[in-house]
Every structure is written in C-alpha cells, then in structure tokens.
Antibody, heavy 119, light 106 residues
Framework: EVQLVESGGGLVQPGGSLRLSCSASGFTFSSYAMHWVRQAPGKGLEYVSAISSNGGSTYYADSVKGRFTISRDNSKNTLYLQMSSLRAEDTAVYYC????????????WGQGTLVTVSS | DIQLTQSPSFLSASVGDRVTITCRASQGISSYLAWYQQKPGKAPKLLIYAASTLQSGVPSRFSGSGSGTEFTLTISSLQPEDFATYYCQQLNSYPFFGGGTKVEIK
C-alpha cells in the first residue's frame, strides 16, 4: 500500500524557516517524480514544487521561487521541502504527492501538514 | 501560463441527480486534464486522468470528456458520498489547478 506521511509543519514567524519531510513507502520511490501541493485555509489547490526521480530536475511556482528548495533522499525514501523567508501567504496545508509514471497526474497524496506563518 | 476556469463554482443538487461540471482552458491542452475530488479535511483524490480515463477504484458513475479547451466531469447519479469539491488540473505546461466546484446537498 502506498503511503506518504508528511511532517515538519507548525507555527513559524514571518521571515522564518521550516523544513517539511515526506516519508514514502509502498512503491519504488526512486522511480517517481514527487511534488508538493499546498492549500491555504478555505482556498483551492496550488502547485508548489516538483523534483524528478533522480533529483536532477526541479520546478518551482513563481510564488515560492528563490525561497523554497525541494530535495529528495532516495536511500531514505524521503522528500523534503526547505522553506525560508516565509510569509503570511505561505500559510497552508502542504501535501506531498506522487504522480503516475510518465505524467503529472497525482495518484497518491499524503494527509498534509499545516504550516502557519504568523507573529 | 494556461488558466483553467471551472463552472459553476458552486452547485446545489439532490441525491440521484445527474451533475455536470465544466473546465475551460485558456489554451488548447489536448487531453492533458485530470479531475480530483476533495472532501473537507481530506487530501484530494484522483478521479479521472487524460480527460476520460477512470482511475482504478473510482465508481463508474463518474465520467470525463472533452479535449482542447473544454472538458466536463459528469456524475450520472449523485450519491451522498459525492458531496465534495471538485478540481480540474492541466498538465500541458506545469500542472495547475482550476478554482474548484463545490457540490452541496439541495
């Protein structure tokens, strides 16, 4: 059974940093691109970042470019999102997401971890 | 960037109703479109991908159609568990989502 378990969320002050982790199991983690999608309270889904299966290629939404860094450790089956210079508008539930082979359709989602940026 | 516009943004329906949700793309995206269902407090669930392919385990009352710029998600007979918010997602550029359609009980 595919499982994605996020951790690392919490309350952080504006300008602060936080690192999210996503522990994956039930599939060959190193074979799949992985993604982060977020959802602000009461709002829709926003695509944040992606990383290729070997980590060699990454993508960032304009809203987080230069502030967030996605990475992965295939030996630990873990995905990361390092977030810095956090802003109030980064407050959201952050989902770790797996995509289908060869296409960025999201077939498995974690339960999400809440990041709250507030003083 | 390709924008996705869903309509309606809110829909009130009864159990047993046939429900159709539309997603329009600002540019042609061939069939690179998916539909997700999200219930309150839960992660989204993939329903349909490649515009019309039903994800494994999804009930057959869900169907998708369309290509190019106009797509539809149809629920043939709305069930109590189908009251949720539905999102479309395009892949033609990087994956972006529509604004969502909330389906509520009439």
């Amino acid at each position: 059974e595919v499982q994605l378990v996020e951790s690392g969320g919490g309350l952080v002050q504006p300008g602060g940093s936080l690192r999210l982790s996503c522990s994956a199991s039930g599939f060959t983690f190193s074979s799949y691109a992985m993604h982060w999608v977020r959802q602000a309270p009461g709002k829709g889904l926003e695509y944040v970042s992606a990383i290729s299966s070997n980590g060699g290629s990454t993508y960032y939404a304009d809203s987080v470019k230069g502030r967030f860094t996605i990475s992965r450790d295939n030996s630990k089956n873990t995905l990361y999102l390092q977030m810095s210079s956090l802003r109030a508008e980064d407050t959201a539930v952050y989902y770790c997401v797996k995509s289908l082979v060869g296409a960025t359709y999201f077939d498995y989602w974690g339960q999400g971890t809440l990041v709250t940026v507030s003083s | 960037d390709i924008q996705l516009t869903q309509s309606p943004s809110f829909l009130s329906a009864s159990v047993g109703d046939r429900v159709t949700i539309t997603c329009r793309a600002s540019q042609g995206i061939s069939s690179y479109l998916a539909w997700y269902q999200q219930k309150p407090g839960k992660a989204p669930k993939l329903l349909i991908y490649a515009a019309s392919t039903l994800q494994s385990g999804v009930p057959s009352r869900f169907s998708g159609s369309g290509s190019g710029t106009e797509f539809t998600l149809t629920i043939s007979s709305l069930q109590p568990e189908d009251f949720a918010t539905y999102y479309c997602q395009q892949l033609n550029s990087y994956p972006f989502f529509g604004g969502g359609t909330k389906v509520e009980i009439k």
